[in-house]
Structures are given as C-alpha cells and as structure tokens.
C-alpha cells in the first residue's frame, strides 16, 4: 500500500513494453498462487448468475464471466504500476485468466451440485440430517486447511531443501517438542482433529456400503485420507510432512468410527443432533461449563502470566493497541500463520457460541430466548476484550484488536449453527406429539 504518484501515460507506456513471460524461470508456486487466487471468484460468479439455470444460460455466462475476469486481471496488475513495492508481470496475468478458466469449468462440472449440498444445511432441518452436513461441511474444511496456503513446488531441490530444513519427518514420534506438555497437547490435538472424519467416513458407508460398513474398513479409508493429506502437504512449502501425523490421524479416525459403529450409536448421535427428547430446563449446568471454559480460554491465552508493571511500557503497548488497524497484524505475517490464526480464534470461541445456544433454549417463551441468545453474544464480546486488553500488561502477547473479532465470529458461528439444531430438535419434538 505505499502509493508512488507516476503521470497515467507513463504507466501504459511502461504497461506496454513489459517483457513477454519466460515461463522456464516462472516460480511453480507463484504460478500456481495466481492460477488459484482466480478460481473462486468465477465460480461463485457463475454460481450467482446461473445456479438452477440451464446449459444456453451457463455457456452465455461462461463467455461473459472470462473475458470480465481476465480485464479484471489486467486491471490489478496495471494499478500495481502506482505501486513500487509489487511487480506488475504478464505472466500473472496469464495465470490469473487460466484461473479464471478453471473456476468456469469447475462450475460447469460441478457448481450445481455444490448448490444442492449447500440447500442440504437450509431445506434440510431434520437434526440428523444437519450433523451429517456439518460433519461433511468439516471434512472439506479441513482438507482445505491442510493445504493451504498453496506455496506448491514441483521441484525436487526444493523438496530435498524441505527435508533439510526438518520438515519432512520419516521416522514416527522423532519430533523434539519443548517440553512434554507440549508433546502431548498437540499429540491429542492431532488425535481429535481426526475424529470427525472418522465418524463422517462411518456414516457414510453405513448410508451408501451398508453390507461392507465395519469399523476396520472405515479406519483404512481414514487412514488412506490421513496419508492423502500428508502427501499433498509434502508439495506444500510451508507445510510440515511426517509419518507421525499418519498414524495419529488413523488412530483419531478409529474413535470417530467407533462411536458410529457402537451398539448404542444411534442414541449417542441422536443426543448429539438433538433429536427429539423432553426439553432439559436446568440450565445451571452449561453455565458451570460457560464457567470452566471461560477460565479454560483466560488461562490458554494468558500462559504463563508474565505481567509487566513498567508504566511506561504499559502505556505504549495501550497506545499500540488501540493505534492497530484490525486485521493489520494478519496481513504482515505469512499467509499460512494468518490462516491458521483465524482459525484458531474461530474455532477457541465456538464452544462459547454453542453453550448459550443451549443456555437460551431453556427460556420458556421467545422473547426470553432472544434475550439470551443477545446476552451470550455480549458475553462473548466482553469476554474477548478483557482477554485481549490484558494482554497489554504482559510484553510476551500481542494485544490485538483482530482478535477480538474473530472471537466473537466464532462465538456467533458455534451459536447460529447449535441454535438451528435445537430448532429443528423442536419442531420434531412439537410434530411427534401431534401425531
């Protein structure tokens, strides 16, 4: 963002003698950034202009959508003309359009199917039947994540560099971890991050392989994705490939599995969709769980609580503080770091958002509930803040007000989406006793 003034006929005469692309010295991964940054922006513009319409309307949109998107590829790369710090290149362009392309046809193969298992989550509002989505909807999010931030290579030089580096880790549980702590936190973490596709990987055999569904065969498909995502992140710069993560992830998907394939699964699924069953109206037990995990996040954030009472230094690291635009932090550090940021945010706050769901299906009429779905959100909200505004006095945190945002995005996520299941929980429960 550091504006260099140049006269405008200037900058179509330098646009204009740019070198033609010399696609032998072009970076695998920058092509393959560009090529990916287009992708979604025609896909969602074909989606916006022909979902549910048929072939004549999406090849008519198809030929107005490329040529817009590649003008609005020369586009960018012109304005980067005013910008010295960002290199203007034909290449780029190239490979913004073949993006471009590539979400076209992507929406043609498959848009519309994408459409009908989106409708899934709003048409469908059977308890089981939104599980089942979000349990997919986790799946592809996960994949997704593994992933990116899409700095691929294709080069052997680079690869053995990555194995150098330590990135590629052959030998299972040779990882040195800081302390055991440590060890074991992401040890578990990679175990649960696992058991979602464990039990979507059951559930799906169980609908469509019913005769085949077992739990061996669901935790050698488990393992055959765990092994899938680590292959696809060896080509991954950023990424970490080990054989551990394999392992751990096969044993993650096996629990999934098991509490899909348990003799009394049906019912542990049918409490956790919400299927119908008598309203609990205590609600002293989600605020103790409100309670404990409130504490759970103020102690994760705050670790190891080293507390600054330098005035000075307290007053620059306020000043710094409210001074920050949101979102700023995220765009100076890399790509993979700041996704993985916003996801940990996310994710941290959602169970707050789930828990006063649950706290404000106990008010009797509707205006209650409303109440305390606004109150959960306020909870959240200051409860955000307080972390982040004490984080002034601890030098090691970096007090930040995209935090706090993201915090509350995740609390309204986890609230939405339990809210709707409890919803629909009710109207099966209202239906069942008319009939």
Known sequence: MQYHPIRFADAVERFRHLPLPEYASVSSSDWATNVMLFIPLTFTWMGALVADRRWPARVAAAALILPLAAALAVGIEFSQMWFPARTTS???ITAETVGAAVGIVLWLGVGQLVVVWLRQYSVDRRPASQLRWLLQAYVVGFVIYSVIPLDLTMSVTELYHKYARGQIILVPFSYHFGSASEAAYQTLADIALFVPIGAWVAVRLKEYAPRRASLETAVLIGGIIAASIEVAQLLVLSRFTSTTDIILGTIGTAIGAKLVFRPDARTVFAAAAGEPRPRDR????????LAGYSLFLIAGFWFP????RNPAIVRTRLDQFLARAPFFALYETDPFNAIKQLVVRLVLFAPIGIIWANIASVGRIAAARRLLLTAGM??????????EITEVLMPDKVADSTEIALCVAGALAG?????????????????????
């Open 415 to 435: 609230l939405v989406v339990t809210w709707r299941v409890l919803r629909a929980r009710d109207e099966d429960l209202e239906l069942s006793r008319r009939r």
């Open 378 to 387: 306020v909870y959240a909200a200051t409860l955000a803040f307080g972390i």
């Open 305 to 308: 609580f080293a507390v600054t």
């Open 282 to 289: 205590k609600a002293w037990p989600w605020l103790a769980l």
């Open 90 to 92: 034909l290449t780029d």
